[in-house]
């Protein structure tokens, strides 16, 4: 089956920095749309970036537009969301999901696949 594990959460302090992957076994994604989510206690789901199978085009929050940036390694079958300059409301667990489409989407209704979460913490 489809997996996708998330990796590279942790604990940081305001203003630090951290990049979370996205590692795909039994599926190829470069057939795929990748999108970042984020959920924080009490929240709704939200998305936070979108990269389109190609990665001409992308889409990122307002709120992380400037700090945040996606990006794919096709051959190394892996995604990748750079996160700077940390702030305490970016504090939640972190998603990737996959759709096989060519183009971004921001309802996580269209993502089939999804990885189990990664926590980032950032706190002082």
């Known amino acids: 089956q489809v997996q996708l594990v998330e990796s590279g959460g942790g604990l940081v302090q305001p203003g630090g920095s951290l990049r979370l992957s996205c590692a795909a076994s039994r599926f190829t994604l470069d057939s795929s749309a990748i999108a970042w989510f984020r959920q924080a206690p009490g929240k709704e789901r939200e998305v936070i970036s979108c990269?389109?199978?190609?990665?001409?085009?992308?889409y990122y929050m307002d709120s992380v537009k400037g700090r945040f940036t996606i990006s794919r390694d096709n051959a190394k079958n892996t995604a990748y969301l750079q996160m700077n300059d940390l702030e305490p409301e970016d504090t939640a667990v972190y998603y990737c999901?996959?759709?096989?489409?060519?183009?971004?989407?921001?309802?996580?209704?269209?993502?089939?696949?999804w990885g189990q979460g990664t926590q980032v913490t950032v706190s002082s």
């Open positions: 990269i389109s199978r190609g990665g001409g085009s992308t």
């Open positions: 999901a996959a759709a096989v489409r060519r183009l971004c989407a921001r309802d996580a209704a269209w993502f089939p696949y």
